[in-house]
Each structure stands twice: as C-alpha cells, then as structure tokens.
Nanobody
Framework: VQLVESGGGLVPVGGSLRLSCLAS??????????IGWFRQAPGKDREGLAC????????YYRESAKGRFTISSDNAYKKVDLQMNSLKLEDTAVYFC?????????????????WGQGTQVTVSS
C-alpha cells in the first residue's frame, strides 16, 4: 500500500492550495476505506482535518477545516484531494493523508496503518 501526497508549497495569507493524495496497492478492493487528511505543525500534535469514505462518498470535517477546506475523491478513491482556501498563518504544517479499511471516525488517525510521507504547506504573511 502506498500513499503519496503532493501539492504543498509556499502560499500567501488568504491564498489557496490543492493537495492530492494518490493511493495504490490496497489488497481488499471490495471493502470500504476511509481516507483522511491530517496535519502536524511544529511543536503541536497531529490534527485531523477531513475524511471521505468509499462506502458512500460522504465527507467529514473537523471543526478547524469546516468552511475553508473541501475533501473530494475520484470515483475509485485512488486520488483524494484537499482544497484549502483562505489560508492562514496557522495553517502552516506538514499535511498527511492516511487510510484504513472501515469508515471515517475520530479514531482514524490512531488506527490507520497507511500513511503518506507528508507535504509541507507554508503560509506566509
């Protein structure tokens, strides 16, 4: 299983970025998968942002992501994007995607065995 993030970079306050997570190699194609986006800023704990379930395509958002971030996926749930708008300085972090079989829930960040390497997002003033 491989997850590869891309799309990070340097962006000014108020700008936008679109991150992508390419997922491949899942051996049990018939089972529902949850694919989530997380971030970790220097000196802070990892934070869950959004998740999408292949069971029904429904997106889920943590409070910090509501209104500015949008998670979406292709039909095969092999490419999951995170559109980030109105970026703030506090959005600076390394952004990761992660996945596990099952549904989106608050425990995905703890139980997900599959993680990407992360992509750096830096918001500048």
């Amino acid at each position: 299983v491989q997850l590869v993030e891309s799309g990070g970079g340097l962006v000014p306050v108020g700008g936008s970025l679109r991150l992508s997570c390419l997922a491949s190699g899942f051996p049990f194609g018939g089972y529902a998968r949850a694919i989530g986006w997380f971030r970790q800023a220097p000196g802070k704990d990892r934070e869950g942002l959004a998740c999408i379930s292949s069971r029904d395509g429904r997106p889920y958002y943590r409070e910090s992501a509501k209104g500015r971030f949008t998670i979406s996926s292709d039909n095969a749930y092999k490419k999951v994007d995170l559109q980030m708008n109105s970026l703030k300085l506090e959005d600076t972090a390394v952004y990761f995607c992660a996945s596990d079989y099952g549904d989106c829930d608050a425990g995905l960040g703890s139980r997900a065995p599959y993680w990407g390497q992360g992509t750096q997002v830096t918001v500048s003033s």
